[in-house]
Nanobody
């Protein structure tokens, strides 16, 4: 059974930083792509960043390019999302998700099969 557990969310002032972690189990981590998505009430879930462990490629949504960075520690089966220069509009529940196709990644939620429970990120102005 694939399990994904997020951590690292919290309350931060605008301009601050947070690092989210996603620990994966029950899958061949090196073969998967892992994505970060976020959602606010009343809005659709949107892709933030993803990384394909099969080829090392990554992709970012335009609103976070240059501020967020995704990385992976294969030995720990963990994916990190470093979030810098946070803005109030980054406030959301952040989820990590896995895609069995680890060659390249696309920030489309319907391509990801398993999801974590989410972690709240709140950015105050």
């Amino acid at each position: 059974e694939v399990q994904l557990v997020e951590s690292g969310g919290g309350l931060v002032q605008a301009g601050g930083s947070l690092r989210l972690s996603c620990i994966a189990s029950g899958l061949d981590f090196d073969d998967y792509a892992i994505g970060w998505f976020r959602q606010v009430p009343g809005k659709e879930r949107e892709g933030v960043a993803c990384i394909a462990n099969g080829d090392g490629s990554a992709d970012y949504a335009d609103p976070v390019k240059g501020r967020f960075s995704i990385s992976t520690d294969n030995a720990k089966s963990t994916v990190y999302l470093q979030m810098n220069s946070l803005k109030p509009e980054d406030t959301a529940v952040y989820y990590c998700a896995s895609d069995w196709d680890g060659l390249g990644c696309v920030l489309a939620a319907d391509l990801f099969d398993n999801w974590g429970q989410g972690t709240q990120v709140t950015v105050s102005s």
